[in-house]
T-cell receptor, first 107, second 113 residues
Framework: KNEVEQSPQNLTAQEGEFITINCSYS?????LHWLQQHPGGGIVSLFM???GKKKHGRLIATINIQEKHSSLHITASHPRDSAVYIC?????????FGAGTRLTVKP | NADVMQNPRHLVRRRGQEARLRCSPM?????VYWYRQLPEEGLKFMVY????????ESGMPKERFSAEFPKEGPSILRIQQVVRGDSAAYFC???????????FGSGTRLTVV
């Protein structure tokens, strides 16, 4: 079993829909990151969380440390949100990555 | 992400050659991390460096791979005698402090032919 599990693996949505991507982890962590990787491969760091909730524009990330679970929400999704979203957990010097969720938003 | 500069963006090497991948962190960042993304696989940690020091290289293959982050100049990931299995995207990230968020570079895509 991977230390970081994401669901779903693939997600197709219509423009405007509310999106939720989930991440569960099985190890003790110091922080959790949500990353976005576009076709063409560049990686953008969206959030770093160690507790609670963060919001940036249409993106919201939450984390529940006790349940070892985080969610990334996208409100009013848009085709330009289409990307792979990756959950990563920080353990000391190391970072462990989920396999990613491939999101496609159709117009 | 123009702030963490990786070059080259694409690198083609023949089997047995050496590959040198460069990463210039964001200005003021002294923590550098290297990750590898094999085709159809997730990102994997390779090495964590601070200026002139390797802090953690637990994710780096024991042979042929080395990394440095000299006092002056970019961090270098060096792969000697490349093999086809080294073909991957190599990403670098930097942070100001260990507990800060990371900024990623655009990656170097290495193809071994």
């Amino acid at each position: 079993k991977n230390e970081v599990e994401q669901s779903p693996q693939n997600l197709t949505a219509q423009e405007g829909e509310f999106i939720t991507i989930n991440c569960s982890y099985s190890v003790g962590i110091s922080a959790l990151h949500w990353l976005q990787q576009h076709p063409g491969g560049g990686i953008v760091s969206l959030f770093m969380l160690s507790s609670g909730k963060k919001k940036h524009g249409r993106l919201i990330a939450t984390i529940n440390i006790q349940e070892k679970h985080s969610s990334l929400h996208i409100t009013a999704s848009h085709p330009r949100d289409s990307a792979v979203y990756i959950c990563a957990v920080r353990m000391n010097n190391d970072m462990r990555f989920g396999a990613g969720t491939r999101l496609t938003v159709k117009p | 992400n123009a702030d963490v500069m990786q070059n080259p963006r694409h690198l083609v090497r023949r089997r047995g050659q050496e590959a040198r991948l460069r990463c210039s962190p964001m200005k003021g960042h002294s923590h550098v991390y290297w990750y590898r993304q094999l085709p159809e696989e997730g990102l994997k940690f390779m090495v964590y460096l601070q200026k002139e020091n390797i802090i953690d290289e637990s994710g780096m293959p024991k042979e042929r791979f080395s990394a440095e982050f000299p006092k002056e100049g970019p961090s270098i990931l060096r792969i000697q005698q490349v093999v086809r299995g080294d073909s991957a995207a190599y990403f670098c990230a930097s942070s100001l402090r260990l507990d800060d968020g990371y900024t990623f570079g655009s990656g170097t895509r290495l193809t071994v032919v």
